[in-house]
């Protein structure tokens, strides 16, 4: 028996609070639509990670909370007085359906994207799926598979995909049906990612806005 799809009222409830974006990987089953939860608990700095996965996922999740510290006050993450991010928390991040072996570096942006939601407290748009690898240094790599992962959005009721720039050219693979019924955003650097996955563009600039 067929496993039931994703619909976008799915999307739209699993991304209803704070710390979950939707990310679209690829696995032995083709292209497929992964949610990405974070969470905050007390503790000590640590960073936790479940559901399956390898060691390349892990450790871009590492690259993914590293770049988000870096940044807190670039990104108005927390009070001015707030240095560290993790002062006395862990962060636990969850990939549901851990029946699924999960691995490769194309959650990077992902994982940022929920980080952000995370400590912004602004939800992720449900509408919107995203892939790419991501460097310490906030650069958006290519990645693989993205005819399947267009092709699961679609599926999946995603109408807006961020795609690395560089993997622009793999769009010809896609069925031009399919291309048209979505909106295909492009993302050199992490803040462009940031800028297409929340409502009003990135939280630090709608704290910017919010301030005129």
Same mark, same amino acid.
């Given at each position: 028996m067929q496993p039931?799809?994703?619909?976008?009222?799915?999307?739209?409830? *699993? +991304? /209803?609070?704070?710390?979950v974006s939707v990310g679209l990987?690829?696995?032995?089953?083709?292209?497929?639509?992964?949610f990405v939860e974070a969470t905050s608990v007390v503790g000590n700095g640590e960073l936790?990670?479940?559901?399956?996965?390898?060691?390349?996922?892990?450790?871009?999740?590492?690259?993914?909370?590293?770049?988000?510290?870096? *940044? +807190? /006050?670039?990104?108005?993450?927390a009070a001015a007085e707030e240095t560290d991010l993790l002062q006395g928390k862990d962060i636990h991040i969850h990939f549901p359906a851990g029946a699924?072996?999960?691995?490769?570096?194309s959650a990077g942006v992902t994982l940022v994207t929920a980080l952000?939601?995370?400590f912004s407290q602004k939800n992720v748009r449900a509408d919107t799926a995203m892939t790419g690898e991501m460097t310490l240094r906030g650069l958006v790599l290519p990645v693989g598979g993205v005819k399947d992962k267009v092709l699961a959005a679609h599926r999946y009721g995603i109408k807006r995909v961020i795609l690395p720039e560089r993997n622009l050219k793999?769009?010809?693979?896609?069925?031009?049906d399919v291309l048209s019924s979505l909106e295909i955003l492009v993302a050199k650097r992490m803040e462009d990612?940031?800028?297409?996955?929340?409502?009003?563009?990135c939280p630090w600039r709608q704290h910017q806005h919010s301030k005129l």
């Open positions: 039931p799809r994703f619909d976008d009222q799915e999307a739209a409830d *699993r +991304v /209803a609070t704070p710390g990987v690829w696995t032995a089953f083709g292209g497929e639509v992964q936790h990670l479940t559901g399956q996965l390898g060691d390349v996922i892990k450790e871009s999740a590492q690259i993914a909370l590293t770049w988000v510290r870096a *940044r +807190v /006050a670039d990104l108005k993450l699924v072996p999960k691995d490769g570096p952000v939601s995370l793999d769009l010809v693979e896609v069925p031009a990612v940031l800028e297409h996955a929340f409502d009003g563009g």
